[in-house]
């Protein structure tokens, strides 16, 4: 039946249908019974079926992820990041060579025919609530990315250009498990920073840290016995420049994550998040934003939650009162998803839970 799903949907996007031929594939994906060889090529179709290359470049890393082996996979990936170009035509082109360190600093892929400043992509995070950061852009129409800490529950920071021109940057999602913040502003890039095609950083792997001020940090990546998350890159530094957000590059100047402030609370190391887990939220945040549903951003947990988008006046997730809800008069409502098994609360009817006999969202007993 999945494999079926496959060719049904690998036939689809022969003919054109694209969308159709995704939402097949997706859904065999999902199943979990392909295999890893499989599933690869699964990836590889669904990067056929989309022209967006921050998405294209998402499934050649989850390819590479499942069948490192993979020499399609690797070769789309690295074609693609040469390249720089937007469209699916990206894989059949010529690999480009690499950029040489320009002054200690990792440069980006020159994109044929575009002008595009060394660092453009980095920009300067300010009015945070501990204090300068540094964030980088993962999508060309505006999406950055920082680090939760460096936004904290805000909903606008200033970004500093490398200009030093200021624009306005507005938190759109957030991911506290990953340390993880998306901003968007207007300004556009006409390429991102080259990403790593590998999935994991080897050990003792040399890195390179830089902030929007341009300062450099030179460590490796730190081997550790401790069973963490795979998203998670341990490193031998032991400060960043600033609140955090700084891209970490390798010794081929390909990106492969962002440095945070969390430590390892024995020896006082810092961690970094690995570029494909924030190239998995930039899909989701994409898919979340077209499906549809009207959604406001909840500074309180950092989803963009349905219920306040409809009106609601709190997260579905967290409970926090919406920021459009803040200065306004509130009134009981029911729960925007109601679920059969959970009990209701029965004076706002809602099924937040119960601590003490008080609702948790009106805080009212059930008398």
């Known amino acids: 039946m999945v494999m079926r799903l496959f060719e049904t949907g690998m036939a689809a996007i022969r003919e054109g249908k694209k969308n159709e031929g995704a939402r097949f594939i997706r859904i065999a994906l999902k199943a979990d019974e392909l295999p890893p060889s499989v599933a690869a090529v699964a990836y590889l179709w669904l990067a056929e079926a989309t022209d967006d290359v921050v998405q294209k470049r998402a499934y050649y890393n989850d390819a590479l ?33 690499q950029a040489s360190v320009v002054a200690g600093a990792p440069q980006p892929f020159a994109q044929p025919g575009v002008r595009s400043a060394p660092g453009e992509q980095i920009v300067r995070v300010i009015g945070g609530p501990n204090g300068p950061g540094t964030a980088f852009f993962v999508s060309t129409d505006g999406l ?11 909903e606008r920071v200033t970004l500093e250009l490398r200009s030093g021109r200021q624009v306005l940057g ?49 460590g490796k990546q730190r081997p550790t016995k401790r069973a963490m998350e795979s998203h998670w890159v341990p490193t031998d530094f032991v400060k960043v420049p600033d609140a955090g957000g700084d891209p970490i590059f390798d010794e081929r100047n390909a990106l492969i994550g962002m440095m945070t402030k969390n430590n390892s609370r024995a ?23 077209t499906a549809g549903e009207r959604r406001l951003y909840c500074p309180g947990c950092g989803v963009v939650s349905r219920a306040t988008g409809m009106g609601y006046f709190y997260c579905e997730v967290c409970g926090t009162v919406a920021p459009l809800a803040r200065n306004v008069g509130r009134y009981p409502q029911g729960d925007p998803f109601p679920e059969p098994t959970r009990i209701r609360c029965i004076h706002c009817e809602a099924q937040a839970g119960f601590y003490g006999g008080n609702c948790l969202r009106c805080g009212r007993k059930q008398d």
């Not at 207007?186 to 890195?207: G, K, N, Q, W, Y």
């Open 144 to 154: 950055l990315a920082t680090t939760r800490y460096v936004t904290g529950g805000l």
């Open 267 to 289: 020896s006082g190391y810092l961690y970094g998040v690995h570029i494909s887990a924030i190239h998995r939220c930039v899909e989701l945040y994409f898919s979340e934003m």
């Open 65 to 97: 992820s499942i069948d490192p082996a993979n020499p399609d996979a690797r070769e789309r990936l690295v074609g693609l990041l040469s390249s720089g170009l937007p469209s699916s035509q990206a894989a059949a082109q010529p690999l480009q060579p």
């Open 170 to 218: 507005q938190v759109v999602r957030a991911w506290p498990d990953y340390d993880l913040t998306f901003l968007y502003t207007d300004e556009r890039v006409a390429e991102l920073l080259p990403i790593t095609p590998f999935s994991r950083v080897p050990d003792e792997a040399p890195l390179i840290s830089v902030s929007a001020a341009g300062e450099q940090q030179r």
